[in-house]
């Protein structure tokens, strides 16, 4: 309050607060605390939608790939769900696996099995009868087959005769086939069988002879029958050794010796 004179002569002061500003204090104290609580919510349901969408497919798709990469399984595959941009990731990696299981297989067959005639070669006997051998259990015969014959078809009519007639033969003979045995082409017209399931000689010798007579079964190559005959040497393991490589080589003389008593028979590697 001022004088007469306008300088200031009283000064009135109120010390308690206005209501209509505690109340705004109070709405704007509120109004925080409000906006907190629900920001902390909102980034909440973020990490866990985060979580759920984006960070555990994530953590997932690493770990499927870990695994196959540990264990070597291209057959496995990743979870692939979802159209977005992790979906697809999924699904690429699973195409990519695809590729390279089919490529896998593929170099397995060039490795493992006679382009020719898609039989087992060398080295998957190899692996076949090391396999027997340190197992140690049962017996198992070991026939090495040589064509009779062979060569002679192959002048004759050409060597595509022949390929066809080799084909012809891996078929009908993996026909007289049991589960457990084994039928290799070495090369040429030389192959390898494993014959696991006999219980004596009597019946070891009925496959031989059954194997015999579907091999000099007629076969119709490029419109005409041809006949081959087969000279088989056959050695056994444990009775004639151990090792693959000398159980081969035994089976190899026996069979000379069968192509020399006249051909189109069969011998036993003898001491």
Same mark, same amino acid.
């Given at each position: 309050?001022?004088?007469?004179? +306008?300088?200031?002569?009283?000064?009135?002061?109120?010390?308690?607060?206005?209501?209509?500003?505690?109340?705004?204090?109070?709405?704007?104290?509120?109004?925080?605390?409000?906006?907190?609580?629900? +920001?902390?919510?909102?980034?909440?349901? /973020?990490?866990?939608?985060?979580?759920?969408?984006?960070?555990?497919?994530?953590?997932?798709?690493? #770990?499927?790939?870990?695994?196959?990469?540990?264990?070597?399984?291209?057959?496995?595959?990743?979870?692939?769900?979802?159209?977005? %941009?992790?979906g697809g990731l999924a699904k690429e990696i699973n195409g990519m696996l695809s590729s390279l299981q089919a490529y896998q297989q593929q170099l397995s067959r060039q490795a493992f099995y006679d382009p020719l005639t898609h039989l087992?070669?060398?080295?998957?006997?190899?692996?076949?009868?090391? #396999?027997?051998?340190?197992?140690?259990?049962?017996?198992?015969?070991?026939?090495?087959?040589?064509?009779? +014959?062979?060569? $002679?078809?192959?002048?004759?009519?050409?060597?595509?005769?022949?390929?066809?007639?080799?084909?012809?033969?891996?078929?009908?003979?993996?026909?007289?086939?049991? %589960? +457990?045995?084994?039928?290799?082409?070495?090369?040429?017209?030389?192959?390898?069988?494993?014959?696991?399931?006999?219980?004596?000689?009597? #019946?070891? /010798?009925?496959?031989?002879?059954?194997?015999?007579? $579907?091999?000099?079964?007629?076969? #119709?190559? $490029?419109?005409?029958?041809?006949?081959?005959?087969?000279?088989?040497?056959?050695?056994?393991?444990?009775?004639?050794?151990?090792?693959? %490589?000398?159980?081969?080589?035994?089976?190899? $003389?026996?069979?000379?010796?069968?192509?020399?008593?006249?051909?189109?028979?069969?011998?036993?590697?003898?001491?």
């Amino acid at each position: 309050m001022n004088d007469l004179n +306008g300088d200031p002569a009283a000064t009135l002061s109120v010390q308690s607060k206005r209501i209509i500003y505690q109340k705004g204090q109070q709405a704007i104290f509120a109004f925080l605390i409000t906006l907190l609580a629900v +920001g902390a919510i909102l980034l909440l349901a /973020l990490y866990f939608a985060l979580d759920h969408l984006v960070v555990s497919r994530i953590v997932t798709l690493i #770990e499927t790939i870990r695994y196959i990469r540990q264990s070597d399984r291209l057959s496995a595959r990743v979870l692939a769900r979802g159209k977005d %941009e992790i979906g697809g990731l999924a699904k690429e990696i699973n195409g990519m696996l695809s590729s390279l299981q089919a490529y896998q297989q593929q170099l397995s067959r060039q490795a493992f099995y006679d382009p020719l005639t898609h039989l087992p070669n060398r080295l998957l006997l190899m692996q076949k009868l090391d #396999e027997i051998t340190k197992k140690q259990d049962g017996h198992t015969a070991i026939l090495f087959l040589d064509l009779d +014959g062979f060569k $002679e078809i192959n002048d004759t009519y050409g060597h595509a005769c022949g390929d066809m007639l080799l084909v012809e033969v891996g078929r009908n003979v993996l026909r007289q086939l049991e %589960e +457990g045995d084994l039928f290799c082409r070495l090369g040429g017209d030389e192959f390898i069988m494993l014959l696991s399931n006999w219980a004596n000689r009597t #019946e070891l /010798l009925g496959k031989v002879h059954a194997v015999i007579r $579907e091999i000099s079964r007629p076969v #119709e190559v $490029e419109s005409r029958d041809v006949t081959v005959t087969v000279s088989i040497g056959i050695s056994l393991y444990p009775d004639n050794g151990t090792d693959p %490589e000398e159980l081969i080589q035994k089976a190899d $003389e026996a069979m000379y010796r069968a192509k020399r008593a006249g051909k189109n028979l069969y011998d036993f590697y003898a001491f």
